[in-house]
């Protein structure tokens, strides 16, 4: 089967930078969606074919990908920004016509 | 903008089938440009796609593997919304089911999910 993968936890202080990667074999050729979840809600999509922005999520949120890997950057992280944070992708595995998600990272506001 | 409410029971009896509706407002289901999903969450097994419905001249099912022989998504036009039943539920079953929109118009590799339905917390519990 397919998998992505994430670091399970990234923290960083007010004001830096974060950068929460997820890997898989088939990201040159599918692309990336970025998803917040805080607790007791519904995700929230930040991020859609690699690094495009939905409308009405903040500038300071961006997207990229180099070869298997995609990467979430969050410049001038903010307490509110603290949540959950999982990639998802098209399921690449070839049984099926859909998507998989990352394990998700768990993003700390020092 | 595009809303979906859920609905179902919170608790279902092992065995037994599992049944939840998505009303969909601001789109519709007969849409030749969104698919309808539906996606569950445990602490066990995260984030998991189970599967969807589209119309793109004809509906098309897709479903995720590891429930393709319990799991029925039907759309509904008269109401503008979309089920979800699976069979045969266990405990493993338990979790948060999420309803959500692909607007990618994208057939038939997937896109993205946006907007989301509210969460339904189900248990698998006699």
């Known amino acids: 089967s397919y998998e992505l993968t994430q670091p399970p936890s990234v923290s960083v202080s007010p004001g830096q930078t974060a950068r929460i990667t997820c890997s898989g074999d088939?990201?040159?050729?599918?692309?990336a969606y970025w998803y917040q979840q805080k607790p007791g809600q519904a995700p929230v999509l930040v991020i859609y074919?690699?690094?495009e922005r939905p409308s009405g999520i903040p500038e300071r949120f961006s997207g990229s990908s180099s070869g298997t890997t995609v990467t979430l950057t969050i410049s001038g992280v903010q307490a509110e920004d603290e949540a959950d944070y999982y990639c998802?992708?098209?399921?690449?595995?070839?049984?099926?016509?859909?998507?998989?998600f990352g394990g998700g990272t768990k993003l700390t506001v020092l | 903008q595009v809303q979906l409410q859920q609905s179902g029971p919170g608790l279902v009896k092992p065995s037994q089938t599992l049944s939840l509706t998505c009303a969909i407002s601001?789109?519709?289901?007969?849409?030749?440009?969104?698919?309808w999903n539906w996606i569950r969450q445990s602490p066990s097994r995260g984030l998991e796609w189970l599967g969807r419905?589209?119309?793109?001249?004809?509906?098309?099912?897709d479903y995720a593997v590891s429930v393709k022989s319990r799991i029925t998504i039907n759309p509904d036009t008269s109401k503008n919304q979309f089920s979800l039943q699976l069979n045969s539920v266990t405990p493993e079953d338990t979790a948060v089911y999420y309803c959500?929109?692909?607007?990618?118009?994208?057939?038939?590799?997937?896109?993205?999910?946006?907007?989301w339905g509210q969460g339904t917390l189900v248990t698998v519990s006699s």
């Open positions: 601001g789109d519709s289901v007969s849409s030749n440009s969104a698919a």
């Open positions: 074919k690699d690094s």
């Open positions: 419905t589209y119309y793109r001249s004809k509906w098309y099912n």
């Open positions: 959500a929109r692909d607007p990618s118009s994208w057939y038939p590799t997937p896109g993205w999910f946006d907007p």
């Open positions: 088939a990201l040159p050729k599918q692309y």
């Open positions: 998802q992708s098209a399921d690449s595995s070839g049984t099926s016509h859909g998507s998989v």
